[in-house]
């Protein structure tokens, strides 16, 4: 199991300046209550948020992206090498997810349930293990 580096909103009144600290998440549990918070802080919104996660003191060990909706969401891996989730083939374009303020144009077919990106992102987080539901990533906006 690793510990995760979390870039959300680390502070309730976080203006997201440099040196705000990331939010750890060393469980499963731990994982679950940060993804119902993030559902919940987003509630209502018209876009969903992403979080940025990697491994706590060694980034390059696994970053990835996870779009978390209040039904549908996303995980995209960025290294050891880019896959992301697979949805709907047959959806053509781009949702967006905010990421601090910033919007992100991510392929709508890279969508799943939130419970397969749940189970994603927790056999990283237990395993390091990229699910084998997983293709080569596309290019991102």
Avoid at 2 to 13: K, R, S
Avoid at 58 to 66: C, Q
Avoid at 87 to 110: F, K, Q
């Amino acid at each position: 199991m690793v510990t995760l580096e979390v870039w959300y909103n680390q502070e309730p009144d976080n203006d997201y300046a440099e040196g705000d600290p990331p939010i750890l998440v060393s469980t499963t549990a731990e994982l679950d209550a940060l993804i119902a918070q993030v559902q919940a802080d987003t509630k209502g919104l018209p876009v969903p948020s992403m979080i940025e996660c990697s491994v706590q003191g060694e980034p390059r060990r696994g970053v990835f992206d996870m779009g978390i909706g209040q039904e549908t969401g996303f995980v995209m891996f960025m290294t050891p090498r880019a896959v992301h989730t697979v949805g709907d083939a047959s959806r053509t374009g781009n949702v967006i997810y905010d990421y601090m303020g910033n919007a992100s144009e991510i392929p709508a077919s890279c969508e799943v349930s939130m419970t397969e990106a749940r189970r994603v992102a927790a056999a990283f987080l237990e395993r390091e293990e990229l699910p084998s539901m997983m293709e080569e990533a596309p290019d991102r906006q």
